[in-house]
C-alpha cells in the first residue's frame, strides 16, 4: 500500500491506478501509468509503468510535480486474441501449461505470477496466426517447479491426441526451469513420433518490454509447421539479442543460466535447427525426419515409477542418502558423481566411503546409474583406479546423458519395463540421448 501521504496526494489530484500520467521534479520528467503499490518496498515510492514496458519508482518529495494525462479505461488487463481458423495452413496444437510466458506482475508481492490466458498471449503476437491454423489446450496453468511427472503425463497425452488427430506439429508452453525434464520426459513417452514437438516458454514475462515470450512462440510454432523434424525439442533464443532461436533435442538440453534469455543449451551435441527473425528454418545437426509413409499413430508411453532419486556426490558427502532411499523403497537412483563419473570408494575415513552403500543398494535390486555433474563429456569407468573399483558395485555408466535426462530416462524405463530391462536399457540410446561422438561446436553461438 501506498503511504497515506500519497494515497491523499493522488486522490486531490484525481489520480487513480492505471492512470496515464507525467511526474516531473528537478532531474526528472517522465510518462507512464501509476500501477498499484507492491507489499514489499518502501511506501513513500511512486510506481509507474512506462511505455517501454519497464516499471521505475519515484521517491514521494513535496516538490514533485504529477500531472495526469489521461483516465483508465476499462481494467488492467492483457486483451485475448479472436482465433480464425486458416485451413490453408498447416494445423498446430498449441498445449498452455503456465509459466513465464504466460505471466504478468503481480503488484501486490512485486513478484510474477501465472494469470495470462493463451488468448492474451496470442494477442501479442498477430504473426502466429500468419504461420499456422492454431488450436489451443488450456491445460494447466501452474509453474513448472511445481510440477511432477503427472503434468508430464498429461502433456504427453495431450500432445498425441492432437498428433493422432490431424496436427501437423505441437507447441508447448511450460515455466523454463523444468523444462528440460519436460523435455526429455516427452521425448521417451512419445513412441512412434512422427512431427516436430517444441516446447518453449519465456526468461521474462510477457508484459515487459524485453520479453523474449514473443519471438519464442513464433519460432517454436514455425518448427511445428514447416520443419521436417520428428522429435521433441526445446526452441529458445540462441544468444541474448532476437537474433535468433535455436531448437535442441529434447534429451539433451539443459537450463544453463538464472534469467539470461539464451538460458538453454544443448549438451554434448549441437542444435538441430535454428530459427531467425524472418522466420527462415537453417539445419544445424543431425535429426530424425518426418516420414509421409509411416502411417503410424503416436503411442503416448506415459508410464513412470516415481521411486526414482537423484544424487550430487561432493566432498563430505554422506554415504547414508543411499541407505535412506533404498529404506524408502526407492527402485532407482541417479548419482551426479564428480569428473569421469566418480564418488568416494578409496577415502582414508571410512564413514565417507560410498562403495559399501552403493554395493548394498544395488545387490537388493536398486537400480544406480552415474551421470557427469560436470555438464559437458562422458562418464567412462576404466580411466582411473577409483572408476574401475566402483564400477565392480554394480553401477551403469549412463554415458553422456546430463543427469535430468539419466533421472527422467531411468523412472520412464522402471514405469514401462521390468527392473532387468530397465537396468540394461539405461546405458543403451532410446531417444537419442547417448551419442556415440561427442558434437560440441562454439560457432553456432555466434
Known sequence: MYSSEITGFLAKKGIAVGDKVRIRSDDLDVEGEIMPKTEVGASDTIVIKLDN?????????????????????????????????????????????????????????GGVYMLTKPEELLYEVPEVSEIANISISNLFNIASEDMSYHEWQKMAEEVAKALNKGARGAVVTIGTDTMHYASAALSFMLKNLNAPVALTGAQRSSDRGSSDAFFNLKAATKIAAASDIAEVGICMHSSSSDDRCHFIR???????????????RPINNRPIASVDQKLAIKYVGDYNRMS???GQKVEAMTKFDGKVAMVFIHPNSDPEIIDFHVS???????????????????????????????????????????????????????????????????????????????????????????????????????????????????????
Request: net charge positive; proline share 4%; with cysteine.
Open 53 to 109: 514496458g519497464y516499471n521505475i519508482g519515484i521517491a514521494y518529495t513535496s516538490d514533485l510535480e504529477v500531472s495526469l494525462l489521461g483516465k483508465r479505461k476499462g481494467k488492467i488487463e492483457f486483451p485475448r486474441a479472436k482465433l480464425r481458423p486458416n485451413k490453408a495452413l498447416p494445423s498446430v496444437e498449441l498445449i498452455y501449461t503456465g509459466g513465464t510466458i504466460g505471466s504478468k506482475v503481480d503488484y501486490k508481492t
Open 328 to 446: 524408502r523403497a526407492c527402485k532407482g537412483i541417479i548419482l551426479a558423481g564428480t569428473g569421469l563419473g566418480h564418488a568416494p570408494v578409496s577415502t582414508i575415513h571410512d564413514n565417507l566411503n560410498w562403495l559399501n552403500a552403493i554395493k548394498s543398494a544395488a545387490d537388493n535390486g536398486v537400480i544406480i546409474g552415474m551421470a557427469s555433474q560436470c555438464i559437458y563429456g562422458r562418464v567412462n569407468p576404466n580411466v582411473y583406479r577409483n572408476l574401475r573399483i566402483l564400477s565392480t558395485s554394480g553401477v551403469v555408466y549412463c554415458e553422456d546423458m546430463t543427469p535430468e535426462t539419466a533421472y527422467v530416462k531411468l523412472g520412464w524405463l522402471l514405469g514401462n519395463y521390468s527392473a532387468e530391462r530397465a537396468r540394461g536399457m539405461l546405458s543403451k540410446n532410446v531417444r537419442g540421448e547417448i551419442t556415440k561422438r561427442l558434437e560440441f561446436d562454439e560457432n553456432f553461438l555466434v
Open 292 to 294: 509421409p509413409e509411416s
Open 250 to 264: 529434447g534429451t539433451h538440453a539443459r537450463k544453463m543460466h538464472t534469467s539470461r534469455r539464451d538460458a538453454f
